[in-house]
């Protein structure tokens, strides 16, 4: 029970990924700040961010729709992202073996966060912020069929095995997924789940700055924004943690290993903000075609690949 | 100085509110955002939404319409709020300052905590200015 709580509040829960995603969030904005010509914010920044809507700035409760759903909403995506960081970093960092089907119960936890804005946007009684609801509702319907496909290609191409420890083993002794020219398929499909699931743009329609005045989070301030941006810090390294788990074969914590298994983290964020960088934010109507059309027939045809023993 | 001043001044997020202004303190404020003046260096960050403002930028001048609208976002951003007005218009009401639809400078309508003349302010002394407030 003590071990329990130790990997779900300390390592590797919410304090070792709140402050590796601290981290990882001031990677990708010195990177922004170097692709645009301009230095960038000091390393510390994103905890400075935090602690100032955490303890200097007061949470103000909306006038119309509901303060207690509006209060509870942070929360609920805090916790969310954790448990689904610890089901998928315990197995990573070889701590424990995970259980059998502990895939889905992670693919299942993921959406809690994305849940938890829409229904927090919803509780704001602001009508932008409804606009910002349905936004992201759309957007979790077209990605999360996509996901569960690559999440199934994985599954098929290591033998029936839906543990992530045994994925990783099964990639460690042989070679990584993304050898094969399947495996480059999913890891682009992926790339992009990945994308719309952080809300960043080209999918950030949900939160769209100049355009909806910020969307689904206008109406949080102080401590409850706080919550929401830890978990944003929290989703941005769990989430290129499963992929490395999934399809470049995990991390490997003895001598030089160590260094590749960060370079594999922080490869997969550099990628994500390259597209950030590049790319204008398109309309819902383009992104749900984008994904139900032409995501979902690259990851059908890799796993028909797959089927064929490529 | 305390921890939670220090956080708080390490990463102000500012909101620009424009009056009845000819914009070209606008251009001057959006300036300093630009990769010249970088000023996301020291955590500024331009927001979207009052309620996520630590700083009010205030420039051009009011009018009878914009007094009912600026007391109200003044209400609406969470304390603690750092108001600044921008330009001479914002400052004192600048060549405007005779119209019939002035509404009066804008520490008439909200308190100021720091005034940044110049017609329009060069970005150096808009920093300048933040600089100054900052370190009040």
């Keep these: ?310 | 100085m305390g921890f939670k001043s220090y956080c708080f001044k390490k990463s102000l997020w500012v909101f620009h509110f424009g009056g009845a202004s000819c914009n070209n303190c606008d251009i001057e404020i959006l300036d300093c955002l630009t990769p010249r003046h970088d000023l996301e260096r020291f955590g500024i960050l331009l927001v979207g939404s009052i309620r996520h403002a630590d700083v009010l930028l205030v420039n051009g001048i009011i009018n009878h319409h914009d007094k009912e609208r600026l007391t109200e976002i003044y209400n609406q951003a969470p304390k603690p709020l750092l108001v600044v007005a921008i330009g001479a218009c914002g400052c004192t009401g600048g060549i405007f300052a005779d119209s019939i639809t002035f509404a009066g400078p804008v520490d008439k309508v909200i308190p100021v905590d720091a005034y940044v003349p110049g017609c329009p302010p060069k970005p150096e002394a808009i920093i300048a200015g933040i600089v100054k407030l900052v370190n009040k």
């Design chain 1, 1 to 310: 029970m003590a071990a329990d709580l130790f990997y779900f509040l300390v390592f590797p829960g919410l304090l070792f990924a709140g402050i590796t995603g601290g981290f990882l969030s001031w990677f990708d904005r010195k990177v922004t700040a170097r692709v645009q010509f301009r230095k960038g914010p000091p390393l510390l920044q994103p905890f400075y961010d935090f602690f100032k809507l955490l303890l200097v700035k007061e949470t103000i409760l909306p006038k119309h729709g509901s303060p207690i759903t509006f209060l509870i909403a942070p929360v609920f995506s805090v916790f969310g992202a954790t448990t689904a960081g610890v089901f998928i970093l315990l197995p990573l960092f070889n701590i424990t073996t995970g259980f059998r089907g502990d895939l889905l119960v992670i693919f299942y936890l993921l959406t809690i966060p994305s849940f938890s804005y829409i229904i927090g946007s919803l509780a704001s009684g602001n009508p932008l912020a409804a606009v910002g609801g349905s936004r992201e509702m759309k957007l979790i319907l077209s990605y999360e069929l996509t996901f569960l496909l690559v999440i199934a290609g994985v599954i098929m191409k290591c033998g029936q095995q839906f543990n992530l420890y045994s994925i990783i083993q099964t990639q460690q002794a042989a070679s990584p997924f993304i050898g094969s020219v399947s495996g480059v398929l999913l890891f682009i499909v992926a790339i992009f789940c990945i994308q719309a699931k952080l809300a960043l743009v080209p999918f950030d329609m949900p939160e769209a700055e100049a355009e909806i005045t910020e969307g689904i989070f206008i109406e949080y301030s102080g401590a409850s924004y706080a919550f929401i941006k830890l978990t944003k810090y929290i989703m941005l390294f769990i989430l290129p943690s499963l992929l490395a788990g999934l399809l470049l074969g995990g991390f490997r914590l003895d001598g030089i290993h160590i260094l590749w298994s960060i370079l594999k983290i922080l490869g997969i964020v550099l990628l994500i903000t390259l597209i950030r960088n590049t790319n204008p934010r398109i309309r819902i109507r383009q992104a749900v075609s984008f994904f139900l059309i032409w995501m979902n027939l690259i990851a059908v045809i890799a796993i028909v690949l797959i089927a064929f023993g490529y």
